[in-house]
């Protein structure tokens, strides 16, 4: 089945809108309450001290998750490292993506971005399943040709060694040539995504940016949409936008945001974990 790993600082008063409770009736969920802690902070002295009032609200949310159609079983985790407990722990229970909460209503139509090194069969079968035989649209969106921060770097770097007059230089109309066979092969590969969904039912269109980079695309095109789902990217861009960009994404668009796993191997155990005392 499924699964859906839903951080939640619970100690801070944060929660889950109904519209994400209702989007994710579909799938198991994993609500895991978190409460990061100074470093000085031993987590057992912090369990003792806020555990009982922590799990009650735990407690609560599982049971609102159960209500709108899945499964759900919730967590507690008191530590120094947010992301790499996040990680941890959605290892562990096989979550297939992460909710980054925000406020939404009714979820009508989802942003669904297959740009960046993704996994993109592994976010279509996820979306499948998401919005199952429910009147919610799907919006298939690709930043074409944009580069990523690394890549722009390297590309940079090569443009300063090349010749820009030698245009009748064969690499160089090779290059041109295949830049106008990439922006066909984007054309071809959205709406193949998109007649996969329709094959399931799904209402399905496509959008494509083809100027600007692409965050600033996404951050446009989520405007009108009540969620989105995006991929994790390859290893080399991990620290830079699971930390950073899917969390910039909900915060712009004012709604949730799913990041859809890669198949990975599980990450390294976390030196704050508390395991007995998890529930």
Do not use: W
Not at 107 to 127: K, P
Not at 199 to 205: L, P, R, S, V, W
Not at 238 to 244: L, P
């Amino acid at each position: 089945m499924t699964r859906v790993l839903v951080p939640v600082a619970v100690l801070e008063g944060e929660t889950v809108s109904p519209g994400l409770m209702s989007l994710l009736g579909t799938v198991d969920v994993t609500v895991l309450g978190h409460h990061v802690l100074p470093e000085q902070t031993p987590p057992d002295q912090a369990r003792l001290q806020f555990e009982e009032r922590a799990t009650a609200a735990l407690e609560d949310l599982s049971e609102e998750f159960r209500a709108a159609g899945g499964a759900a079983d919730h967590r507690l985790v008191f530590t120094h490292d947010r992301e790499q407990t996040v990680q941890r722990v959605a290892d562990e229970v096989g979550a297939n993506a992460l909710a980054v909460s925000r406020p939404t209503g009714d979820v009508e139509r989802v942003l669904v971005s297959l740009s960046g090194d993704v996994d993109a069969d592994r976010i279509l079968s996820f979306v499948e399943t998401l919005v199952g035989d429910r009147d919610v649209g799907v919006t298939l969106f690709l930043a074409a040709g944009a580069e990523m921060p690394d890549e722009a770097a390297t590309d940079d770097a090569a443009t300063d060694d090349a010749d820009p007059t030698d245009a009748t230089d064969p690499g160089v109309a090779d290059e041109q040539n295949g830049a106008v066979d990439g922006s066909d092969g984007d054309e071809a590969r959205l709406e193949a995504a998109a007649d996969r969904l329709r094959e399931a039912g799904i209402d399905a269109t496509t959008e494509r940016a083809t100027e600007g980079s692409a965050f600033d695309a996404l951050i446009d095109a989520a405007a009108g949409h009540d969620a989105v789902v995006m991929g994790e990217r390859a290893p080399s861009f991990r620290s830079f936008f699971f930390g950073d960009e899917s969390g910039r994404v909900a915060a712009a668009s004012v709604g949730p945001v799913l990041v859809v796993r890669k198949r990975e191997e599980p990450a390294e155990g976390d030196p704050d974990a508390t395991p007995d005392g998890e529930e």
